[in-house]
């Protein structure tokens, strides 16, 4: 039914509590109309948490654990539809999402907003996991994928970068005989992969130009805050002196530095193809003191990751990129309202990655197809999930000239392995390991090992 010039003026004369009188029965009083769609209603949440195999990778906190933690969780709906989603592991997380399902059960999948702020408040984590849970329910009833629901995809391909850390060898005999390890990894041919040793420049060129043939990767980011400065700096050198200036680089040490060293070694960055300096000290004054000396461009998943930092780095200037991640700003709600931030404040945006299995890989994806912000190649730690492991039905997802596609199904365009997630969730049980805890894990090889500032 269309308003006739009558009715609009006489919707308008009538105001708030309008009626149309001679409507032809379009009515309004303030409740739905009767053709409003029947919602997608949530029947439950069902929570599952993981560990997934992880390398010795280092980095500022110690050495990645035997096993990193994920939550999965399956939202079903009365429509016999079911959405999945991914999130940080640990045990307040998964305690969170229990709550939550008692929270969400009967309310609208495909109207997620309207529960957004109680459940952030409960826990960001779990709110990211039940907004990505329900769009995965709506791209499927719909039968479009998830981007599209957000007005994208405003691109098909999303380039990601190669995430280089130093590393042990993954059959290293002091991390082996970690009493948390409950598969059967070994020595050799057993081992979680073959990428070996990893801890001087040499051996980082060497794993970069892995990541190019095995990936195709065209920008690459070094995990800083292991080795001396002066030390890491030789190993941007070295993979320059390797990659050209074609291939632009990054180097993340975390905070780990103090920002005399963070200028020293800025100021020699600049002769290289260096795309941003992220990170190299903590918060926004030190990052600001770095950006105005070194003139490069910085950029942060440290001291800009919540809303509530934007007001003091508009004042501060401690970056030019942002690294977006829908688990803690909030989903892709949040990474939305975000972009929108950054062009006004003149900031570009990547993604920021932790551990992580297929789901959350996808909604990278999605998320890089729903932004058009995001320009710069983002950050994943897939490459490092052996491929044996992903949660996912079928094969890990591609990465093809260090871009990855969108994919085509409805919602995320992923599925969950059933006998892969048990699994998963079997040695989670068994391991033990209910927080991340790097610490530990370093200690078996260095014992001395400290993190103090350099
Ligand atoms: O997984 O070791 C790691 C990373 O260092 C991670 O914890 C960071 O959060 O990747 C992250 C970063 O960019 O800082
Ligand atoms: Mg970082």
Known sequence: MTYSRRSWLRAVAAG???????SGGLRWSGAAPASVPAPLAITDLTVTPIA??????????????????????????????VGIGETTGSEGVTAALAKARDMIRGKNAFAFRSFRAELDKLNTAAYTAVELACLDA?????????????????REQVEFAAYLFYRYAADHPKLLADLRIVDDRGRGDRALDDWGEVRTPEAMVREAEGFQKRWGFRVFKLKGGYLPPDEELATMRAMHAHFGDKCPLRIDPNGRWKTETAIRV????KDLPLEYYEDPVTGQEAMAEVRR???????????????EHIPDALRLNPVDVVLADHHYWGGFAGC???????????????????NHAGVTMAAMIHLAATIPQITLASDTHYPWLPPAYDVIAGEKLPIRNGQMEVPAGPGLGVALDPD???RAHEVYNKCGMKKRDDVTTIKLVEPDWNRDLW
């Not at 708030?16 to 001679?22: E, I, S, T, V």
């Not at 709506?138 to 405003?154: D, F, I, M, N, Y």
């Not at 800025?266 to 960055?269: D, V, Y």
């Open 16 to 22: 708030a509590a309008g009626l149309f009188a001679d």
């Open 138 to 154: 709506c791209g499927r009833a719909t039968g479009r994928r998830l981007s599209e629901l957000w007005g994208g995809p405003v």
């Open 336 to 354: 939305v309202e975000l972009a929108r931030i950054a062009d006004v404040a003149g900031w570009k945006l990547s993604q920021h990655s932790n």
């Open 266 to 269: 800025g100021k020699q960055l």
């Open 52 to 81: 997934l195999p992880d390398p010795p990778l280092l980095n500022v906190g110690g050495c990645h654990g035997p096993y990193f933690l994920r939550n999965i969780v399956q939202l079903k709906t009365d429509a016999g539809i």
């Open 420 to 422: 892969k997630l048990a």
């Open 293 to 307: 000396e070194t003139g490069l461009a910085m950029s942060t998943n440290m001291c800009v990751t919540r809303f």
